[in-house]
C-alpha cells in the first residue's frame, strides 16, 4: 500500500509541478568570464555584493581573482570566508547576520556547492528571517524573491548553480535540511574554465562522478521529467564520459574543463526539474554523520545502486550506454547486456580514478538512523525507478561499508 501511496502522490505532484514557474540560471560561459560580474551587477542595481566562499579558495588565489575584479569596478563589498564542507546551521545564520549588518543587496556565492548552499541558505533567511533553517527545509517553505544571486562555480559537479536546493546541516543532530524553492535559483551562472584548472585530481574526479549521478538519477525518474530535462541529462552523461577523465589526467584542458562546467550546469538543471533519487539519500546521510564529501559519496553509491535496481532500468541503462558511446545502437547485444556495460564502465571509471569502492566511517549503530532519514527523503516525492524500503536501504548501506 506504501508503494501505490508514494506512486499516487507522484503522480499528482508531477501536475502540480508543471504549473510551477520553472526557470534556468543564465550561463556566462567562456574562458575569462568572471570579468562580467561588474555588468551583471550593475543589471540587478546591486550596490554592495556580499562574496561567500571557503578558505581553500581564498588560499589558492581564486577568491582574490573575484575580489579584483569587484575593486576594479569600484564596488564596495563584503567577504564571508569561512564556509566549511557539508555547512552548517549557524555558518547560515552568521553570513545571514553579516549581510544585513553591512548593507548588502546582492550575493556571488564562489566555490562547490558546500559554499552556494551556504550563500543560499542564507539568502533564504535574509528574505525570511522570522524563520529558522529547520523550518525552510522542505519544499516550497521560502516562497520570495531573494537577493540579486550570482553562482561562480569552481568544480564541475554539483549543479548548484542551478538547483533549487540548499543543503544544510545541523551541527547538533549532523541530520541535512534539504531547503527546495524555485527562488533559489541563481540568476546568473558564471562558467570560466579558468578557476577549475588548479582542482586536484581527486576532487575533479569525485565532482564529476556527482555530476553523472545527477543526470543518471534525473535521466531514472519516471515522472517530474519534461522533454529539455531529458535531453540535458542525455547531453550531460555524453559529455562527461567523453571529457571526465582527460581532465583528471590533464588538469589544464580548458576545452574539457569548459565542457565539464556544461555538463555540470546541464545535469543540475536535468536533477533540479525531474528529481534525484535513493543514491542521494544515502550520500546524505554519509555527509551529515561523517563528514563525507557529498560528490565521492555518491561516485561510490551509483553504480552499487544501479545493480539493485535490476531490470526495472535496463532499457534505461541501455540507452544511457549508448549515448556515451560505450556501446553501438545496432548492436544485437541485449538491454540487460548494455546496462552491465554502462554499471561495469562506473566501476572501472572510479577504480582509474582512485575512488574507493566504499567507505570504513559508518558504524553499524548509525543504519537504523541512517535508514530513517534516507526513507523520509525519498519517500513519497523522489519518482525513483524502485521505491526502496527499509530492508533495500539497508542492503545498500551495507554494500558500501568497508572492513
Known sequence: MFVLFCRIFQFIFNFAARVLPWRKAIPIEGKGSISKIPELLREQKVKKPMLVTDNGLVKAGIAQRIIDVLAKAQFAYLVYTDVEPNPSVNTVNKIQKLYIEQNCDGIIALGGGSSMDAAKGAAARVVKPGKSVNQLGGLLKVLKKLPPF????????????????????????????????????????????????????????????DALTHAVEAYLCWTYNTKESIQFALDAVKIIFANLENVYKDGNNIEARQAMLLASYKAGFAFTRAGVGNIHAIAHTLGGLYNTPHGLANAVILPKVLEDYGKKVHK????????????????SKTNAEKAR???????????????????????????????KWAKKESNPIYPVPVIFNSERFNKNIKSVMLG
Open 316 to 331: 534505461k541503462l541501455a540507452r544511457l550506454a549508448e549515448t556515451a558511446e560505450l556501446v553501438p545502437a545496432d548492436t
Open 341 to 371: 556495460i554502462f554499471i561495469d564502465t562506473i566501476y572501472a571509471m572510479n577504480e582509474r580514478m582512485g575512488i574507493p569502492k566504499g567507505f570504513d566511517c559508518i558504524k553499524d549503530e548509525d543504519i537504523p538512523k541512517m535508514i
Open 150 to 209: 550570482i553562482a561562480v562555480p569552481t568544480t564541475a559537479g554539483t549543479g548548484s548553480e542551478t538547483t533549487i536546493a540548499a543543503l544544510i546541516t545541523d551541527t547538533d543532530t549532523r541530520h541535512k535540511y534539504a531547503i527546495m524553492d524555485l527562488s533559489l535559483i541563481p540568476r546568473y551562472a558564471v562558467l570560466d574554465p579558468d578557476l577549475t584548472t588548479g582542482l586536484p585530481p581527486s576532487i575533479t574526479a569525485a565532482t564529476g562522478m
